[in-house]
């Protein structure tokens, strides 16, 4: 019952590298998230998705590019890598037919740190 | 949606139950209660949700007052594995699109022996 995966767990960027936060969930769920959590702080949302083809931005999107071609996979891009972007990074789904029930199913969490 | 306001920091001991508040007095009339916890390092994990009935699962109790104005939440019998940062949101129901929960800071819930 894997639920939501991220992959990596931990990684470390040098100032303006670029990669991949990989995010994918076999539950069919239709929503899918992104957050990210500083120290001490709560969660911010980065960017969503309703469907496959449909992405949107959320509250601090600057910096950031998604991807939907899939139900299941929902990978974030980080270009130009810069200190402000060290955080937790969350993934989370849910399905879209539960309109008074907004059940999150997150993930482990992907921790990331750009020096 | 309607602002949230918790205290930064409870305590509770093993075996007793953890009654976590939350105020929400600008709550309007399809607002929802959402409760989540974050156990250190984790992704938040789902407690339990209401609209105006106290709600009861194999986690929780969430007792709503009768102005909607605040909330509580119980653990009946907290253990150790319980110690984590609680969040209580305030949240419209889905109208189609894609919610966006909003977390705060939360309270952090120490339970100890």
């Known amino acids: 019952n894997a639920g939501v995966t991220q992959t990596p767990k931990f990684r470390i960027l040098k100032i303006g590298q670029s990669m991949t936060l990989q995010c994918t969930q076999d539950m069919n769920h239709n929503y899918m998230y992104w957050y990210r959590q500083d120290p001490g702080m709560g969660l911010k949302l980065i960017y969503y998705?309703?469907?496959?083809?449909?992405?949107d931005k959320g509250e601090v999107p600057n910096g950031y590019n998604v991807s939907r071609s899939t139900t299941e996979d929902f990978p974030l891009r980080l270009e130009l890598a810069a200190p402000s972007q060290t955080s937790v990074y969350f993934c989370?789904?849910?399905?879209?037919?539960?309109?008074?029930?907004?059940?999150?199913?997150f993930g482990s969490g992907t921790q990331l740190s750009v020096l | 949606d309607a602002k949230t306001t918790q205290p930064t920091s409870m305590d509770c001991a093993e075996g007793r139950a953890a009654n976590l508040p939350c105020n929400h007095s600008?709550?309007?009339?399809?607002?929802?209660v959402y409760w989540y916890r974050q156990i250190h390092s984790q992704g938040p994990q789902y407690i339990i949700h209401?609209?105006?009935n106290n709600e009861t699962n194999e986690m929780a109790s969430l007792i709503i007052t009768e102005d909607r104005k605040s909330s509580t939440l119980i653990l009946p019998h907290a253990t150790l594995r319980d110690t984590a940062v609680y969040y209580c949101i305030v949240r419209v129901a889905s109208t189609g699109t894609a919610s966006k929960l909003t977390f705060g800071t939360g309270t952090r819930l120490q339970v100890t022996l």
């Open positions: 989370a789904s849910r399905r879209a037919q539960d309109r008074t029930n907004e059940k999150l199913f």
């Open positions: 998705s309703v469907g496959a083809g449909i992405t």
């Open positions: 600008t709550i309007s009339g399809n607002e929802y």
């Open positions: 209401g609209l105006k």
